[in-house]
């Protein structure tokens, strides 16, 4: 078992930043990958960044050269450093974790709201 925990989100102005990370803790070892995906209101789930163990990353092109993903090993921390946000980009945005097994697991989710 895997659970995460997000923190970060909050309002910002249009082409404000914010980081958002998320902590892993319970079978770390385990992981293949962590991420982030984000739901705004009315629509379906999204990809927005992964990072995977060995370091491949992968970009939703809506976030491409705006969003970077990253992660802390020693803290089990994955962050997403979000840059000239979009009134577009409010979103919940959940963090995302896979092991090898192909099991999935989420966190609670955390609020971004983008004022214009």
């Known amino acids: 078992q895997v659970q995460l925990v997000e923190s970060g989100g909050g309002l910002v102005q249009a082409g404000g930043s914010l980081r958002l990370s998320c902590a892993a803790s319970g079978s770390i070892l385990s992981i293949a990958a962590m991420g982030w995906y984000r739901q705004a209101p009315g629509k379906q789930r999204e990809l927005v960044a992964t990072?995977?163990?060995?370091?491949?990353?992968n970009y939703a092109d809506s976030v491409k050269g705006q969003f970077t993903i990253s992660r802390d090993n020693a803290k089990n921390t994955v962050y997403l450093q979000m840059n000239s946000l979009k009134p577009e980009d409010t979103a919940v945005y959940y963090c995302?974790?896979?092991?090898?097994?192909?099991?999935?697991?989420w966190g609670q989710g955390t609020q971004v709201t983008v004022s214009s």
């Open positions: 990072r995977t163990s060995g370091g491949t990353t």
């Open positions: 995302y974790a896979r092991n090898y097994y192909v099991d999935n697991y």
